[in-house]
């Protein structure tokens, strides 16, 4: 079965500051993207990787990331002005012989293999999967002044991640449906709910986080350093 990865790295990253966009700010030495992109390599499983990026930043990722670590059947694409709109730019790249698109943040360093597989085979037999965790804390629904509304069952409640995978013709279909619709949702499993399609739930590690805040990158500092740690055999 052939599988595509499209890896959405458009983001500026202005919440974490500064001039460099989160993407190519180093983890343990290491550009986050280039440890997202040489996991997914170690997983064996894709044809190709689409790497979006700012149209601005694709010669510095070829320079900083693709060369230096290695990485192959790599494709640079530029990203959108939203990141729906850089999955659909990576999809537009895609080998039409694909079978399954997974799509996973580049700011997410963390997957394992072993996730990897999983979500493919059952993608193989439910069309559309995502990765997600438990809910751990009671949620809120706020209206618009700031009163809670809903408190809605907390055990049915997931947080959703990446990977999240699909037939190929499935995502295709719902990016250019929702383009048709002015729709913009919050990540691509809601563009195939939208068609009446069930999206399998995963679930997945506490420790797949999104780098997004400076508090994200110390919180996966410290993920690294327990991984080496527990890798070496070395007391935590």
Known sequence: MRVTA???????????????SKQFL???????LARTLLALEASRVFAEMVVVVPAEDLERCQEEIIEPYG???????????????????GLKRASA?????????GVRPFLSAELIWS??????????????????????????????VVTPERRRLWISQ????????LIREAHERARTDGFHGTDDASLVERLGVKVKVIPGPFDNIKITTAEDLALAEW?????EALASGAEL
Not at 73 to 89: F, I, M, P, T
């Open 6 to 20: 499209i890896v959405p790295a458009a983001g500026g990253g202005q919440r974490l500051g500064g001039g460099v």
């Open 26 to 32: 180093p983890l343990g030495g290491i550009p986050i």
């Open 71 to 89: 990485i192959s059947r790599a494709a640079l694409v530029a990203g959108g002005n939203e990141r729906q709109d850089s999955v659909y730019n």
């Open 97 to 105: 012989d694909a079978e399954l698109i997974l799509i996973h943040d």
């Open 119 to 148: 979500i493919i085979q059952e993608t193989r037999i439910h069309r559309a999967t995502v990765v997600a965790i438990p809910a751990k804390e009671t949620i809120k629904e706020v209206d618009e002044e700031g009163f809670a």
């Open 162 to 169: 990446t990977p999240q995978t699909f037939s190929h013709e």
């Open 223 to 227: 993920i690294l350093k327990r991984r």
